[in-house]
């Protein structure tokens, strides 16, 4: 099979791209050791593995540390205002669908300003790739509470703890319909580029939720289950087909007991486990995986759904090509109007 | 003059030069569609018409409610006219309350027909009578026509099969066929529209058919009226016309640029009153391969626009003021962007949700200046109602040559009223050029044309052409982000004199009468039409009046300061409280005259004739009798 791309040249025509080649002229600007070192390095990696040519690729960010992130690649980016690169997207992605195009949040640009979008932006099923930064602080701003951070942090917007309960990104994304929902670390590197390449690969709003370390103002957010030396204990990687098992030597199961998962430890054999389903149409099982919590149960990361629905810029585009096959879109008679009088 | 004086049964015929009817009814008696045939009706006639209709925020208030009436105002005459009309000449009132809300508009003398059968004491404790005024001699300034419309309408509908409470809901159509013989005009045109409208409704059209034969009817034998009348046909230019509204043309401009430039339309939007009909229209258009998209927010339905345009396409996005508030963010995105972007705001009156079906001007300050940081965009302000067209393609012609955002100030006026329209032809149509970056060594994203000082607009899926925008300052030529001091200064003046320049591309401010006499009006948007016309009587009457209307706010055309130094005095005529006057002031330190009506009601040319009486010293100083004249003070 011959794939074809926007501007008409075939995949095998294209110039094999690497990972220099999306490599801007702009100096990094984040702080020394932040996790967004990472993630830039795994989507540079990553972004030659699509065949895309650059100039069909388009960053769209809001504001914050995160949404520097276009500046650093060489392709098309748009550096927006804080909260809406999501209808930018939206609107570059409803009037050119052919275009592939990923949105660069964080956790107080896209769940707390910037909420309502990610809202709707996943309940239409725009064709978009949207990884959010989940760092649990505001970072730019030097060090306020974030949606996602845990009750009672302390903070200098907080110094008596803040009274708020956090969101859970991925139970947002999952109430919204989001048709593809992962989690992925900034430190488990290849783990994280093979879940941005998936979430690429997908057709509908892919929702990629990524743990990443702010040093600065709220470091070891997430060490207590992504250091190496625990992360097999307090981990699950979770795989489609296959039951839900964590610790070193994947000894351990998930189970459900009635509605509720429990952890089964040295789990022999499968029987009775959790079998992990992307594609269940039901949101049940995600719901339930997306439950599971450090220190009761392993954090679960990777594809936890993954189900195909038609985007929202092809439904458009169809009713235009509908309304062109059948109608001469003739102006003038549109300027005539349906009842017109001639005066002599 | 009341009814009960007995009238010849010969009719006399009078024959008048402009009459103005308004209708007035509860919003579910179906008011707005009486209008809208009397329109037509007399449009094909060939006399000129205005209209205004005026209906209530709420879908449907309580019946028979002062708050739930809907009212349509049409003036048709013999002669060129700009204006529905200050003052009914004739006036039907379905209900009390529709009489209570409108009866003090209407004109001593006037003609004034109300449904006898609603006056019952149910109805008339809704409006707050407390004596029937069918009764009490209040309305002795006015020829009274009382009539059973409601009885007769049932007489005329029996045996339709239709229950009691539809045959009420045809009474518009008897009232119709009333005025309609009333003003000479036939019935076919009526009957056509029904026929059609109805089809899949037999009963109903059968209901309305015979209601509007019985109301004329009625006329024909009654002898109630001591007259008829008759307004001849206007001399227009040849051609084939129709009725627009502010808001059709709005949305067939935007078509037109988009024809014209061969550029896809996208249209983000969010739902809000009075400019929620642009949204609609546009929907419908497809075939032209436009792309509408109702957002989840006013913040959302600019930004979809911007990401459109920065898509290559051509991006729209409209609102109403409240929402105007909203996008102001995205806005500056666009100012910073510099991406070609047209904002419709359709304004109405008054500040936060304010009063979303009346009309006002009071959105110029805003989308001059609510934006933080040094801010310049484009403002556009349609005349009339089919200058909204030609102003929507002109807006286009702007954004793109110049890469800029582009505010149309349209209002609430403009966009519910109508007029006839000379249909243009395709070849009437002006250019609407853009142009993608092209391939060149030294290409950089925010390297201008000298000219027009525009940056290329390179899209996505233009190879070569990779680069990064966003809303922190940029260095000059590169649009790399840049925090040096010069450049910022250097950056803020081009992106301001981008926008001043488009004054050398713009028509020069026309003056209507003489160039330079005692006093010039100076309007802008949907005053037009009253502005005009009070200046041409002020002359008539030999003064010293002229008038001129701004189209074109930032910039002003470049003469604007020139023929302001040609009059003694200068008034500003506003539906605001003195926001032209202040630019005025602070551009081109003219002591011009404010005079200001808030009340989300158009001028009616009487007041600025009395505005202009007081200032040339004929008459006291004069005021609008509902407030003081101006905030900024003035006689």
């Given amino acids: 099979m011959v794939a074809t791309v926007a501007n008409g040249n075939l995949i095998s025509d294209l110039p094999v791209l690497t990972r220099k080649d999306f490599v801007s002229d702009q100096e990094v600007r984040w702080c020394p050791g932040c996790g967004d070192y990472s993630i830039l390095a795994q989507m540079q990696k990553m972004l030659p593995e699509l065949k895309i040519p650059r100039e069909n690729i388009v960053f769209i960010s809001g504001i914050g540390c995160s949404s520097r992130f276009p500046y650093y690649l060489e392709t098309y980016g748009f550096h927006s205002i804080h909260g809406r690169a999501l209808t930018l997207a939206t609107g570059l992605k409803t009037a050119r669908p052919e275009l592939t195009v990923f949105v660069i949040t964080g956790d107080g640009d896209g769940l707390s300003i910037g909420g309502n979008h990610l809202l709707h932006a996943m309940r239409r099923n725009v064709n978009l790739n949207v990884i959010l930064f989940n760092n649990r602080i505001y970072g730019l701003t030097k060090g306020q509470p974030s949606p996602t951070s845990e009750m009672g942090k302390v903070t200098k917007a907080s110094p008596y703890g803040t009274t708020e309960r956090p969101l859970n990104p991925i139970r947002i994304a999952l109430a919204a319909g989001a048709t593809f929902v992962a989690r992925a670390v900034d430190r488990d590197i290849k783990h994280l580029e093979e879940t941005l390449y998936k979430a690429s690969q997908h057709k509908g709003t892919s929702f990629v939720e990524v743990y990443q370390n702010c040093n600065i103002f709220n470091d070891g957010a997430f060490d207590a289950f992504t250091n190496k030396d625990v992360r097999q204990e307090r981990m699950t990687y979770i795989e489609h087909g296959k039951p839900i098992r964590f610790g070193k030597n994947l000894e351990h199961g998930v189970r459900l007991n009635g509605f509720t998962a429990e952890v089964v430890e040295n789990a022999q054999s499968d029987e009775g486990l959790l079998i992990h389903d992307e594609h269940a149409v039901n949101p049940t099982l995600a719901n339930i995986l997306v439950g599971m919590d450090y220190p009761e149960f392993p954090v679960p990361v990777g594809i936890i759904r993954s189900i195909e629905e038609p985007t929202f810029e092809d439904m458009v585009q169809a009713q235009v090509d509908e309304a062109k096959s059948h109608d001469p879109a003739d102006f003038a008679s549109l300027l005539r109007g349906s009842e017109t009088w001639v005066v002599e | ?635």
């Fill in chain 2, 1 to 635: 003059m009341t009814t009960e004086t007995p009238v010849r049964p010969q009719q006399i015929v009078e024959e008048l030069d402009r009459v103005t009817i308004r209708f007035a009814g509860d919003s579910g008696d179906g008011m707005q569609l009486t209008g809208t045939q009397f329109t037509k009706t007399s449009a094909v006639f060939g006399n000129d018409i205005a209209t205004l209709p005026d209906f209530p925020a709420e879908i449907r208030a309580p019946t028979g409610s002062l708050p739930g009436v809907s009212g349509f105002q049409l003036s048709f005459s013999s002669n060129d006219i700009r204006t529905p009309g200050d003052q009914p000449d004739a006036l039907v009132a379905m209900n009390p309350a529709a009489l209570k809300v409108n009866v003090g508009d209407l004109r001593p003398g006037g003609l004034l027909i109300v449904d006898e059968d609603e006056f019952t004491p149910v109805n008339l404790k809704k409006a707050a009578y407390t004596t029937n005024p069918l009764e009490d001699g209040s309305l002795g300034a006015y020829q009274l026509i009382k009539i059973r419309i409601t009885r007769q309408n049932e007489l005329a509908l029996e045996g339709v099969a239709l229950d009691a409470k539809a045959k009420f809901r045809s009474r518009n159509f008897y009232a119709l066929g009333l005025v309609l013989w009333l003003y000479g005009r036939p019935l076919e045109g009526t009957i056509k529209w029904a026929t059609q409208q109805f089809r899949r409704n037999p009963a109903v059209l059968d209901g309305n058919l015979r209601a509007l034969h019985a109301g004329h009817a009625f006329g024909e034998t009654t002898e109630l009226f001591r007259a008829r009348y008759e307004v001849a046909p206007a001399k227009v230019e040849p051609g084939t016309y129709r009725f627009i509204t502010g808001n059709e043309a709005t949305a067939l401009g935007f078509v037109a640029a988009s024809v014209q430039s061969g550029l896809p339309l996208f249209y983000g939007s969010y739902p809000i009153t009075p400019a929620s009909d642009v949204l609609h229209e546009l929907s419908k258009l497809k075939q032209f391969g436009i792309k509408t998209f109702q957002a989840e927010d006013e913040i959302a339905a600019i930004g979809s626009a911007l990401g459109a345009a920065y898509g290559g396409h051509l991006a729209l996005t409209g609102t109403s003021g409240p929402g105007l508030s909203l996008k102001s963010e995205m806005l500056n995105l666009a100012v910073m962007t510099e991406l070609p972007l047209v904002v419709i705001d359709v304004q109405r009156a008054g500040p936060s949700t304010g009063m979303p079906t009346k009309t006002e001007q009071s959105d110029l300050l805003q989308a001059m200046y609510c934006r933080n940081g040094d801010s310049s965009v484009v403002i556009l302000a349609p005349a009339t109602p089919s200058d909204c067209f030609w102003m929507a393609i002109e807006a286009f012609r702007i954004a793109l040559k110049y890469m800029v955002p582009v505010i149309y100030l349209s209002d609430g006026y403009l966009g519910n009223g109508s007029e006839p329209w000379k249909v243009p032809s395709m070849a009437d149509l002006p250019k609407v050029e853009y142009s993608y970056a092209k391939p060149a060594d030294n290409w950089q994203p925010y390297l201008r044309d000298p000219k027009t000082l525009a940056r290329p607009w390179a899209v996505p899926g233009q190879a070569g052409f990779e680069h990064r925008i966003g809303g922190i300052e940029k260095s000059e030529h590169s649009g790399d982000i840049s925090y040096d001091p010069e450049n910022h200064h250097r950056m803020t003046i081009i992106r301001k004199s981008r926008v001043d320049n488009i004054a050398a591309d713009i028509p020069d401010l026309e003056v209507t009468g003489p160039a330079s006499g005692d006093l010039l009006l100076l309007g802008w948007g949907g005053t037009h039409g009253a502005i005009t016309s009070a200046a041409e009587n002020a002359r008539k009457r030999g003064l010293s009046v002229s008038s001129a209307h701004l189209r074109y706010l930032n910039p002003m055309p470049k003469n604007t300061g020139d023929v302001l130094k040609n009059f003694k005095q200068v008034i500003i005529p506003e539906l605001n409280a003195g926001q032209l006057s202040l630019l005025i002031r602070g551009l081109f330190l003219v002591d011009a005259i404010p005079f200001n009506k808030i009340s989300g009601q158009p001028f009616k040319i009487g007041e600025l004739e009395a505005k202009i009486d007081a200032v040339l010293g004929l008459t006291g100083p004069y005021e609008l009798s509902f407030g003081p004249v101006s905030a900024l003070g003035g006689g």
